[in-house]
């Protein structure tokens, strides 16, 4: 039996630009199961980012609330939720934001450093997750030189130092080709079947949705079931 990790109740979302007020989800509710993977497809701009940066605790709806474990994120402060989240969640973001100061390794080990751990601590860790997705000949690399693939294998390592329980991605192999996606999707499927991690993610990707436990289809602004 699954139990659940990650609640989204009742969601409305908008955005305000000027006069005009833009509804883009809508008494929205989404439930994850733990050891579950829920991909969500639909066209652009149907809010699939705004769900996940709800669903991450990285933006806050008008209604509804977000409840990881327990704990509902809107009920707590700023600095407490970072905090929650870095520990907690490994986001993969659609542009993948690498800090462009530091080399591929460093980046890798960012959220660990903030948590407080020392480099010699999570070096090997975040070394071990570079050699993964074939990454450790650049470990040294700025993610200036590094192309647009390697950056989003780069993030995705990033995502999962703090081994987080739940890895939330936003389209993790669109800009990949297809040696490069199927080795983050085979990452992804494993870290779920062998680790019992979780995996929300939006993806334009069929055949990557199909392999989810669950699917679902933003549209109207809400999530339906989709088969
Ligand atoms: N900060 C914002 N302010 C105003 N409008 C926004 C903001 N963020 C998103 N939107 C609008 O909300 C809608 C949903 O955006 P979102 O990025 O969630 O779509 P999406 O489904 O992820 O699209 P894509 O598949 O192209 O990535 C869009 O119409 C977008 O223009
Ligand atoms: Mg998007």
């Known amino acids: 039996m699954h139990d659940t990790l990650l609640t989204l109740q009742n969601i409305t979302k908008r955005f305000q630009s000027g006069e005009t007020q833009l509804t883009v989800l809508e008494d929205l509710s989404l439930t994850v199961p733990r050891g579950a993977s829920v991909a969500i497809i639909g ?43 870095n520990s907690n969640i490994g986001f993969v973001f659609q542009s993948h934001i690498l800090l462009e100061d530091f080399t591929a390794l460093e980046n890798v080990m960012m959220p660990s450093l903030i948590k407080g751990m020392r480099p010699r601590e999570i070096r090997y860790t975040a070394q071990k997750l570079l050699e993964r997705v074939d990454l450790a000949s650049r470990a040294s690399h700025h993610p200036g030189k590094l192309s647009g693939g390697e950056r989003q294998r780069v993030a995705l390592c990033r995502a999962l130092i703090n081994d987080p329980d739940i890895i939330i991605a936003d389209e993790p192999t669109g800009s990949l080709d297809e040696q490069s996606s199927s080795g983050i999707e085979s990452l992804l499927f494993d870290l779920v079947n062998e680790q019992n991690k979780t995996l929300l993610l939006v993806t334009h990707d069929i055949a990557l949705a199909e392999r989810c436990t669950h699917m679902y289809q933003l549209i109207h602004h809400r999530c339906e079931r989709y088969s």
């Not at 996940?52 to 509902?72: C, F, H, M, S």
Request: glycine letters at 12%; a positive charge; zero cysteines.
């Open 43 to 85: 066209k652009s701009g149907s809010g699939k980012t705004t769900l996940l940066n709800i669903a991450g605790g990285l933006d806050t709806p008008q209604e509804g609330a977000v409840i990881y474990k327990d704990r509902v994120l809107s009920s707590m402060k700023d600095r407490q939720l970072s905090e929650y989240r």
